[in-house]
């Protein structure tokens, strides 16, 4: 089986940060890529950060400039860091893997359990 475990969300004011963390285990053969998506209340899930294996990152126009991804390849981990949040970035943020997995050998997407993020004063 394969996980992707999820950390760092929780409440902050607004301009503050946050930085999320989500870490992928199990009988993993290879990861593509990983990213994070968020849904807010009333809404559909989004794009937010994507980065693959070799370092490439893809970033929402809403958050260019104040979110950062990041990732280990050795830990099978991703991050992101949030500066300067606003109200509108809450929500919860869900990690996502596109991963081959020694189960299916297939490639096969695979997200995690969501954490929430509030960006209140």
């Known amino acids: 089986q394969v996980q992707l475990v999820e950390s760092g969300g929780g409440l902050v004011q607004p301009g503050g940060s946050l930085q999320l963390s989500c870490t992928a285990s199990g009988r993993i053969f290879r990861i593509r890529a990983m990213g994070w998506y968020r849904q807010a209340p009333g809404k559909q899930r989004e794009l937010v950060a994507t980065?693959?294996?070799?370092?490439?990152?893809n970033y929402a126009d809403s958050v260019k400039g104040r979110f950062t991804i990041s990732r280990d390849n050795a830990e099978n981990t991703v991050y992101l860091q949030m500066n300067s949040l606003k109200p509108e970035d809450t929500a919860v943020y869900y990690c996502?893997?596109?991963?081959?997995?020694?189960?299916?050998?297939?490639?096969?997407?695979?997200w995690g359990q969501g954490t929430q993020v509030t960006v209140s004063s």
């Open positions: 980065v693959t294996s070799g370092g490439s990152t």
């Open positions: 996502n893997a596109d991963l081959v997995a020694m189960t299916t050998w297939r490639l096969g997407d695979y």
